[in-house]
Nanobody
Framework: QVQLVESGGGLVQPGGSLRLSCAASGRTFSDYAMGWFRQAPGKEREFVAL????????IYADYVKGRFTISRDNTKNTMYLQMNSLKPEETAVYYC?????????????????WGQGTQVTVSS
């Protein structure tokens, strides 16, 4: 299976931006559909965005649409999440996940492999 490592989290002020990265290794990255999820303290893991294997198709959760952008560079074995206009309630651990299918899913249970997560804290 592919191994995933997230990076790019940190502390940002409300309204600020962060770019998360998810580096993959071990298998052919372009064989995997990918997704971003997040989990806040005391809450369930929730869907953020997904992207298919080629990067030609994306879906966003309504609460991030227009502010977040998911992308991938299969030549660099890396997926990204550009997050703009961040809100305090978006403080969470952000996870990337992969599944060995052409199409991604909004259901966390459909993913085979997860990264360790990266903490994003939105606070003044």
């Amino acid at each position: 299976q592919v191994q995933l490592v997230e990076s790019g989290g940190g502390l940002v002020q409300p309204g600020g931006s962060l770019r998360l990265s998810c580096a993959a290794s071990g298998r052919t990255f372009s064989d995997y559909a990918m997704g971003w999820f997040r989990q806040a303290p005391g809450k369930e893991r929730e869907f953020v965005a997904l992207i298919n294997r080629s990067g030609s198709f994306t879906i966003y959760a309504d609460y991030v649409k227009g502010r977040f952008t998911i992308s991938r560079d299969n030549t660099k074995n890396t997926m990204y999440l550009q997050m703009n206009s961040l809100k305090p309630e978006e403080t969470a651990v952000y996870y990337c996940a992969s599944r060995a299918r052409t199409w991604s899913s909004q259901n966390a249970n459909d993913y085979d492999t997860w990264g360790q997560g990266t903490q994003v804290t939105v606070s003044s």
